[in-house]
């Protein structure tokens, strides 16, 4: 059979007659069943128990509301795929047959038809498979809401690109796809109709037919093409081309002429393709095509590089000066910090017994145990069974017994690893649950160096104002199998002595079981025939699954942006989990973006809090941002997932916290974006960075309990210390709130430049050339002790810093970390002690109000200031290391023309320099002598 014949029939005109292929009833039968059975069957299983969890925790519309729109999509796009292929493919397989060839009669076959239709239908449903993914984009087109800005270009509102845009974009991108394809599947049955014209004729002209048809599909081709020029303008919002994010000069006036002229031409184009309907030559439209083609590549690429580099380039900062306003103020308003509140931080030159008296919460709160180590402890000592596991620690607030207390904490899971006998009854009938947490006050240590805790052991002894009724994990952060409860095997609870404390599930948590079509879809799913044949199951047997607390809130609402660190609380005698989860984009227009592990955004809030029942499952999600315009989108498209705060139990409230995923990616904008002067900006004058800390790596952000200045009482937050580049003395600090009315506030005490504030390496640096404690960690390592040391928090006390670092011994034997020492340095001192209060007195001197003896101090007590006063006690190395800082601030002074600093600076580094010979010259006397 030749390809003519698809549109011709057979040879001389006769019909074509293909041999039938004959198959055996029987392997039809056993085909069918098989791919029933190993496709469809285990899709609808997954389908069908999905649509059991979620109507069992109340999420039935939320399940219906993702789905549906799924498939109207996709329905929608291969119908609409569908009816302009077949419309246009079939016009074309009935013009190619009735072409007038000499010598062949033409024949249309209805088997021709059939594959038309066959081959469009498949590609059609090709490309709603692909689109129905975006069911996203239409859902929020639909229930757009509007931001309180627009862009400084075109006036639109933020909404339109966020809304708006995406959804043109993709029915844009549909529309050119479909009718591409139109046009060459029209084109290759006309090629294939001309074949037998083309071998036995000289001279070959298309008809007229054919060429109306692909006029009219070139036409819409080239519309829908350049009607992606529009769009592009907008586009050009986010051009990364520039001195910063955003449009420049040569976008808007060299690339956007472009864009506009584009557009324009095709639309012109377009309209001498329809126009070539009645000419019977193809010349104009090539011409207008090659056109086309060469205004886009001189106007587009040639062109807007002329602009840059003899335009711009020259006088860059002139140019980009507008467009790099627009990106800092398009920036702040993005991530939230054109709000944030700065205020100018002046600390003494070193903390006081006097401060320390008035800040006792801050004291009494300071966190001595680091995560590291103390999970360590945790493994250690209240695993109790190799079967338990420590996933991480957490770290909170409580009221107990009228204190103010920060607490570390951490929920006692199941590792099934772990199981010394893995069968199928063990994993998912018997080992369902974790149980208890531990909690210890972040400041307390007893004798030994290890923590006190306020909860431990099993079951649980608390030793605070807590009550915990449900003490039993069943969700957790570990991602666990399923397990089926309320079943004829009692669940093993925890252990006691000898024996083994057992219990039966008493909540709602998991699906109902009881039925042998749902035990039926659950061994499909699971791939797990236990399920079916297991004698276990009783009627009102339950299935949990999805049991991570990440797998749990990423299939209700996979929309939003999870933060990576879930945190456990106790509230009202429950052990809830609390997920923050934010609302994100990286559509809005100069902002600029940052990466992430769900890929770049520049926009986010965190609009939504998560909360979920460790014993029950379930799940509650409040809206913590009402002036969000994404998270409103997404509650008028489920208005019944989520809930506004206020209807948060108080017990929750009390809990909520300035989430750590946010403030990291907040601080890395601001450490550039705090420059508001353009100027500055663009010569990059004064970046910040977090420090490093150089013994335990990355100083991250860490939450307080502490007392702001002019505040009553102490508050949680988030906090962390800003370096400028390349240099190591603080600069500024960044706090986000987290009580009350004050939650989601963002503070940021900025030190004034002229003054030397230690900064964390620096720091460092002053306990590494402190002779006693360097001589004793030599000597302990020399033992083959494991010394680890802890981050060094940076911890404001009144209108002062207080440096603090926690050391551990790890015997080298052991997995068993002891805090051992805790050292202490503020204004150039440093200190230590075996306990906090020690340290202090050793670097302070007795309490002036209780008369404690002072410990014997670290050699480093004092240091010299810019006033003149001599404070000795320094060695030559530390003189010479204080000595260069006060060079290279000297030099800073300089380069930006600040002579007063630069005159106190020189001043400074004279002093230093003078008490440096001084010592040098007495160390060569004893030498004599």
Same mark, same amino acid.
């Not at 009854?425 to 369902?432: A, D, G, S, Y």
């Not at 044949?533 to 299939?555: C, Q």
């Not at 603090?804 to 790890?810: A, G």
């Given at each position: ?6 549109f ?8 074509l ?5 004959k198959?055996?009833?029987?392997l039809?039968?056993?085909?069918a ?6 496709v469809?069957f ?5 389908f069908?128990?999905?649509?059991l969890?979620?109507?069992?925790r ?7 509301k ?15 795929a @569908?009816?302009i ?9 009935k ?15 209805k088997?021709?038809?059939?594959i038309?239709?066959?081959v ?6 090709m ?8 069911w996203?984009?239409?859902l ?6 509007l931001f309180?800005?627009?862009?400084p ?16 974009s ?12 139109a ?7 006309f ?11 000289s001279?070959?002209?298309?008809p ?21 020029f ?9 051009s ?21 002229v584009? @557009? ?29 083609? !060469?205004s ?8 807007p590089?002329?602009?840059q ?9 002139? =140019?980009?000066a507008?467009?790099? #306003?627009?990106?800092i103020e ?7 910090l054109d709000?944030?509140?700065t ?11 006097? #401060? ?14 680091d995560?590291?180590?103390l $999970?360590?402890?945790?493994? #250690? ?5 190799s079967?338990?596991?420590?996933n ?13 207390r ?32 531990v909690m ?11 923590p006190v805790? @306020?909860?431990?052991d099993?079951p649980p002894r ?23 409860v309320?079943?004829?095997?009692k ?9 083994n404390?057992?219990t ?13 079509w749902?035990?039926l ?9 236990q ?7 009783l009627?009102?047997?339950?299935i949990?699954?999805?049991r ?6 990423? =299939? ?7 933060d ?24 809005y227009?100069?902002?600029?973006? /940052?990466?992430?592990p ?15 029942d460790a014993?029950?499952?379930?799940m ?6 009402t002036?969000?315009?994404? /998270? ?11 809930k ?17 995923g946010? @403030? ?22 004064? /970046?910040?960075e ?5 013994k ?7 939450? /307080? ?5 002019g ?37 940021v ?9 230690y ?5 460092e ?8 404690? %360097?001589?004793? $960690? ?11 040391r ?18 551990y ?6 997995d ?8 202490v ?5 440093? !200190? ?20 404690i003896q002072?410990a ?5 007590t ?5 006033d003149?006063? $001599? ?8 003189l ?12 800073e002074?300089?380069?930006?023309g600040?002579w007063?600093?630069?005159? %106190?600076?020189l ?10 010979? #001084?010592?040098?010259?007495e160390t ?6």
């Amino acid at each position: 059979m030749s390809m003519r014949d698809i549109f011709h029939g057979g040879g001389e005109g006769k019909p074509l007659n293909l041999p039938a292929l004959k198959f055996k009833k029987g392997l039809l039968v056993l085909l069918a069943l098989l791919v029933f059975s190993t496709v469809f069957f285990p899709a609808f299983a997954k389908f069908y128990t999905d649509w059991l969890w979620f109507d069992a925790r109340g999420f039935s519309a939320v399940f219906w509301k993702q789905v549906l729109p799924q498939w109207g999509l996709f329905l929608a796009a291969s119908i609409g795929a @569908f009816i302009i292929l077949t419309t246009s493919w079939l016009l074309a397989r009935k013009d190619a047959a009735s072409l007038d060839i000499e010598g062949i009669t033409p024949i249309p076959t209805k088997r021709s038809g059939v594959i038309v239709v066959i081959v469009a239908f498949l590609i059609s449903i090709m490309n709603g498979l692909g689109v129905k993914s975006q069911w996203d984009v239409v859902l929020r087109f639909l229930n757009k809401a509007l931001f309180s800005s627009s862009d400084p270009i075109f006036g639109k509102n933020i909404a339109f690109y966020v809304f708006d845009l995406p959804f043109y974009s993709l029915l844009q991108d549909w529309l050119v796809g479909i009718l591409i394809t139109a046009l060459l599947g029209s084109t290759l049955i006309f090629v294939l109709a001309w074949i037998p014209q083309m071998r036995e004729q000289s001279h070959f002209s298309l008809p007229q037919k054919a060429r109306r048809h692909l006029s009219v599909l070139g036409a819409l081709c080239v519309a829908s093409w350049g009607a992606g020029f529009w769009l592009e303008r907008f586009n050009l919002l986010f051009s990364p081309q520039g001195v910063v994010f955003g449009a420049g000069y040569t976008d808007i006036h060299a690339r956007l002429l472009g864009i506009n002229v584009m @557009f324009a031409l095709s639309m012109i184009v377009a309209i001498l393709l329809l126009v070539n309907i009645m000419r019977r030559t193809w010349k104009l439209a090539a011409v207008a095509l090659v056109l086309l083609v !060469a205004s886009n590549i001189v106007i587009r690429g040639v062109y807007p590089g002329i602009v840059q580099k003899y335009v711009v380039e020259p006088n860059e900062y002139q =140019k980009e000066a507008p467009y790099i #306003q627009y990106n800092i103020e398009s920036t702040l308003k993005a991530y939230g910090l054109d709000s944030l509140k700065t205020v100018d931080f002046l600390p003494a030159n070193s903390v006081t017994w006097e #401060q320390i008296q008035k800040e006792k919460e801050t004291i009494n709160n300071i966190r001595l145990w680091d995560y590291r180590p103390l $999970l360590r402890t945790y493994k #250690q000592l209240q695993e109790i069974r190799s079967y338990y596991d420590f996933n991480d620690i957490d770290i909170d607030r409580y009221n107990l017994g009228g204190s103010y207390r920060q607490v570390m904490l951490s929920a006692r899971e199941l590792d099934l690893q772990q199981l010394q006998n893995p069968t199928w009854v063990n994993m998912h009938l018997e080992f369902t649950h974790g149980y208890g947490v531990v909690m210890n006050p972040v400041t307390e240590i007893d004798p030994e160096g290890k923590p006190v805790f @306020f909860i431990k052991d099993l079951p649980p002894r608390i030793s605070v104002p807590l009550e915990i009724e449900r003490p039993q994990i069943y969700y957790g952060e570990k991602v666990q199998p399923y397990v089926l409860v309320k079943t004829k095997i009692k669940e093993f609870d925890y252990p006691m002595g000898g024996a083994n404390v057992r219990t039966t599930y008493e909540g709602t948590g998991g699906v109902a079981i009881g039925s042998i079509w749902r035990r039926l879809a659950f061994a499909v799913r699971f791939r797990d025939s236990q399920i079916l044949f297991t004698d276990a199951i009783l009627p009102e047997s339950r299935i949990m699954f999805y049991r991570s607390i990440g797998e749990r809130v990423r =299939k209700v609402a996979p929309f939003l942006l999870y933060d990576n660190d879930p945190y456990l609380t106790i509230m009202d005698g429950k052990l809830v989990w609390v997920q923050d989860a934010y609302t994100a984009t990286n559509l809005y227009p100069y902002s600029e973006p /940052v990466s992430t592990p769900a890929g770049r955004i520049n926009y986010i809030r965190n609009s939504v809090k998560v909360t979920v029942d460790a014993y029950n499952g379930e799940m509650n999600f409040y809206i913590a941002d009402t002036e969000d315009p994404l /998270v409103k989108s997404w509650a008028k498209i489920f208005p019944t997932l989520f809930k506004p705060m206020d209807e948060a139990p108080a017990s929750f409230r009390k809990h909520i916290r300035y989430p750590k995923g946010l @403030f990291l990616i907040q601080s890395e904008i601001f450490r550039t974006y705090h420059m508001k002067d353009t100027n500055t900006f663009y010569n990059k004058e004064d /970046v910040w960075e977090l420090p490093k800390s150089g013994k335990a790596g990355s100083l991250n952000a860490y939450y /307080v309990i502490m007392k702001l200045a002019g505040e009553e009482r102490a508050e949680f937050m988030l906090i962390a210390p800003f370096t400028p580049v390349g240099r190591d003395n603080m600069i500024a600090w960044i706090a986000g709130r987290s009580d009350g009315d004050n939650y989601g506030e963002l503070l940021v005490y900025q030190f004034p430049k002229q003054k030397l504030i230690y900064g964390p390496t620096q720091v460092e640096a002053l306990i590494d050339q402190d002779p006693e404690i %360097s001589a004793q $960690l030599s000597l302990w390592s020399q033992r083959g002790s494991d010394v680890i040391r802890g981050n060094l928090l940076v911890i404001p006390t009144g209108d002062s810093l207080l440096y603090v670092q926690p050391l551990y011994l790890r015997a080298e034997n052991s997995d068993l970390p002891e805090l051992k020492r805790v050292i202490v340095s503020s204004g150039g001192r440093v !200190a230590w002690g075996e306990r906090l209060e020690e340290a202090l007195t050793n670097l302070l001197g007795p309490a002036p109000d209780k008369g404690i003896q002072k410990a014997k101090p670290s050699i480093v007590t004092q240091k010299r200031e810019p006033d003149g006063s $001599l404070l000795e006690g320094k060695s030559p190395e530390v003189l010479a290391q204080e000595a260069k800082i006060a060079f290279e601030a000297a030099k800073e002074a300089a380069q930006k023309g600040d002579w007063a600093a630069y005159g %106190s600076r020189l001043k400074e580094l004279e002093e230093v320099l003078t008490e440096l010979l #001084q010592r040098l010259s007495e160390t060569e006397s004893n030498k004599i002598e």
